[in-house]
């Protein structure tokens, strides 16, 4: 059954399920949106699953219309609601997942998330033999084999106008700021947020076992033509995060007036940029072509404005690597 997913039949018509899972973020709506639509436009049922995996397990299912997905293009969050499921990581929580799908008579899936998603999509779908799409949905922009993540963009805009504000503060005491921003174990939003608000510098897991980022800036002598300094930490135990930098200066170099802020989850709210949104529908329309072509098990990425397909195991297993073009930049443009 699960192989006739390409060609809708005439006796019952195919069904998709949709699910958004781990760390919201702005623009899911919009993929919900998309995959909902191109399902339906290309004759299949949908079924929309709440809560993530959560959801698959217990049941919390329900048909969706085109109307289900009106006017959310600009919400953030997710309506389906996300979780974090521990029990999706047993194979008893998968083979109850799996039975569930039968029950619903959900034919392939459609799941939005990052990492975490992708990695537990992987090993269902080689368990049961089932057909997965995946769409890149994280502010962390940590998959491989896409250039960017739905919900990257409109993280890297919040960062950028929170320094923007904190930059009037830090300006009129002459004070240095280190302001942490999310991305789990990847630099992508420091760096970019960093180059984009004018920051003098951001430290980041990907270098951090090279140099040691603190003192190298501290050597530099920060912005010499300027009292105060802004550095964007990405949150990560290979940093140590905004406290332990703002500690290490307290300790080590205490003429410097040194403030923390962490930016925490205002980066995972708000409305989608345009950038989220097209991406998001692109996205969630090219799943359903996938699916259409007999593709399973992979991620739809986005490779110089074209979407790409990239294998499941590819997305998940290797490390994303940061640009540095990128690092040099902002150095360059930090004295
Ligand atoms: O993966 C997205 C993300 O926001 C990370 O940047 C962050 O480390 C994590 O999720 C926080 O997760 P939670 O909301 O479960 O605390």
Redesign the pocket.
């Known amino acids: 059954m699960n192989d006739s997913i390409t060609s809708p039949n005439t006796e019952r018509k195919h069904c998709i399920g949709i699910l958004t899972s781990?760390?919201?973020?702005p623009g899911m709506n919009a993929a919900v949106r998309a995959v909902t639509r191109a399902a339906i436009y290309n004759g299949f049922d949908v079924k929309a699953i709440y809560r993530g995996y959560k959801g698959l397990l217990s049941g919390e299912i329900v048909p969706f219309k085109t109307q289900n997905v009106s006017n959310i293009i600009q919400q953030g969050g997710t309506i389906l609601k996300t979780a974090?499921c521990k029990e999706f990581e047993t194979a008893e929580g998968r083979k109850t997942a799996y039975e569930t799908l039968q029950r619903e008579g959900i034919d392939a899936l459609v799941v939005i998330g990052?990492?975490?998603t992708l990695t537990g999509a992987r090993i269902f779908a080689s368990e049961f033999n089932f057909p997965i799409v995946g769409l890149p949905g994280?502010?962390?922009n940590?998959l491989y084999g896409t250039d960017t993540t739905i919900g990257y963009d409109t993280?890297l805009n919040t960062i950028m106008q929170a320094v923007d504000k904190i930059r009037d503060t830090a300006t009129s005491h002459e004070r240095l700021f280190f302001i942490e921003v999310?991305?789990?174990?990847?630099g992508f939003?420091a760096l970019n947020g960093a180059i984009a608000s004018g920051a003098e510098a951001a430290i980041i897991p990907e270098i951090a076992t090279e140099v040691d980022q603190l003192e190298e800036l501290i050597k530099n002598g920060f912005r010499k033509s300027k009292n105060s300094s802004i550095v964007l930490v990405a949150?990560s135990p290979m940093t140590g995060g905004a406290m332990h930098m703002a500690e290490r200066v307290k300790n080590e170099y205490p003429q410097y007036d040194v403030r923390v802020s962490i930016l925490g989850?205002l980066?995972?709210g708000g409305s989608p940029t345009a950038h989220d949104r097209i991406l998001a529908s692109r996205m969630g329309a090219a799943a359903i072509d996938a699916l259409l072509e007999g593709q399973r098990n992979v991620m739809i990425g986005i490779r110089n404005e074209q979407i790409v397909y990239v294998p499941f195991s590819k997305a998940i297993k290797n490390d994303k690597p940061i640009d540095r073009e990128l690092l040099n930049t902002l150095r360059t443009l930090s004295i």
């Open positions: 781990g760390g919201d973020a974090r990052g990492d975490g994280t502010i962390d940590d993280a999310m991305g789990r174990d990847a939003l949150e989850h980066q995972r």
